[in-house]
């Protein structure tokens, strides 16, 4: 099966922002059936509203209950593991609330699709797993693991385990884009935590093309990266700024918040050593090695010496107008834009 044409899928999370763009966009290509998986009953009714289409079924639930998962995973193809605690001041604040859902809960879910004989899990992971400073990351970085263990635990299993890892989806719940849009509308200056400080940008539509891309060529274990260009903080501001019509904004520095980077990184350098160029993407196999160390030599050593991090520092870096460019690519923004000149 090279398409989703008649598949069910499964996605947790199902009522965020990368949930419900996958659920219009699986609809669109034709899919047999989408389970929809969350705890929020209220956001589930709203979707429900808002996506008039039989062909999608909603299971309340949370992923910290093994039970729950496992309903919503009946006669699913993929699944798409979204379910996530994903603010990093929240995850500091609460790191055990953290470990229960993004750790122990992804356990439950790749569990569940295994003994339903899911074709395909791809779980979604985030540039802050990377060398990890805050819980977020680090819960997150514990569910690659989980991830990567099941497969190299489990080689015969019908069940394709395989990791995609995001920087920042711009517009997304959370963003901090529809904040900038908040404040210049109400006159307020632009809060940004510090002007220097460089984010990896992608669009939620380029989230759901890595996501098939997963679904389509993971091998167990596979770690998939979509190349992206970064900016500044400071001029992604002034680029939404630009696009409402003020080219001069007010800018108010309010300082790091708990957890944060300075710089983002999506791929290590060990990593990269191993990854493989598919023109738009990264793919990082599974160390699929044994406890038997004895067994292997290590490679590689001198070449990861000369390679560097992919971070949101060396990956291109967008101007104002290349910034400003990127957000008319979002539907959203370009449907308020419309409606301001309108």
């Keep these: 099966m090279n398409s989703v044409q008649g598949a069910t899928v499964t996605i947790t999370g199902g009522t965020g922002s990368f949930g419900s763009t996958m659920a219009i966009d699986l609809l669109a290509k034709g899919v047999g059936g989408i389970n929809i998986f969350s705890r929020d009953e209220a956001k589930q009714d709203a979707m429900r509203r808002r996506i008039d289409d039989s062909r999608v079924r909603y299971f309340?639930?949370?992923?910290?209950?093994?039970?729950?998962?496992?309903?919503?995973?009946?006669?699913?193809?993929?699944?798409?593991?979204?379910?996530?605690?994903?603010?990093?001041?929240?995850?500091?604040?609460?790191?055990?609330?953290?470990?229960?859902t993004n750790v122990v809960g992804s356990y439950n879910v790749i569990e569940a699709a295994a003994r339903a004989g899911v074709r395909t899990v791809v779980c979604l992971s985030t540039d802050k797993a990377v060398y990890p400073v805050n819980a977020m990351g680090m819960t997150k970085a514990l569910m690659e693991k989980t991830a990567q263990a099941y497969a190299r635990n489990n080689p015969n299993s019908v069940t394709t385990v395989?990791?995609?890892?995001?920087?920042?989806?711009m517009y997304s719940r959370g963003s901090v884009i529809p904040l900038f849009i908040q404040q210049l509308r109400a006159g307020k200056p632009l809060t940004v935590t510090e002007p220097l400080m460089t984010r990896f940008l992608m669009s939620l539509e380029q989230s759901v093309d890595l996501v098939y891309h997963a679904f389509f060529h993971a091998a167990p274990g596979d770690l998939f990266v979509r190349k992206a260009p970064a900016s500044t903080v400071e001029t992604l501001a002034r680029a939404v700024a630009s696009l409402l019509g003020e080219d001069d904004p007010e800018i108010r520095?309010?300082?790091?918040?708990?957890?944060?980077?300075?710089?983002?990184?999506?791929?290590?350098?060990?990593?990269?050593?191993?990854?493989?160029?598919?023109?738009?993407?990264?793919r990082v196999p599974l160390d699929a090695r044994s406890l038997q160390y004895e067994l292997y030599f290590e490679e590689g050593e001198t070449l990861t010496a000369r390679l560097q991090d992919y971070t949101s520092?060396?990956?291109?870096?967008?101007?104002?107008?290349?910034?400003?460019?990127?957000?008319?690519?979002?539907?959203?923004?370009?449907?308020?834009?419309?409606?301001?000149?309108?």
């Design 162 to 169: 395989a990791l995609t890892r995001y920087g920042n989806v």
């Design 253 to 282: 520095v309010i300082g790091s918040r708990h957890g944060e980077k300075l710089h983002e990184t999506l791929l290590s350098r060990e990593e990269m050593v191993k990854s493989e160029d598919q023109g738009g993407y990264f």
């Design 313 to 342: 520092e060396n990956t291109d870096q967008l101007s104002v107008e290349q910034a400003k460019d990127l957000l008319l690519t979002i539907p959203e923004l370009a449907a308020l834009l419309e409606r301001a000149v309108a």
């Design 60 to 100: 309340i639930g949370d992923v910290r209950d093994a039970d729950s998962v496992q309903r919503a995973m009946s006669g699913a193809d993929f699944v798409f593991h979204a379910a996530a605690l994903k603010q990093v001041p929240s995850c500091e604040f609460f790191p055990e609330q953290a470990v229960k």
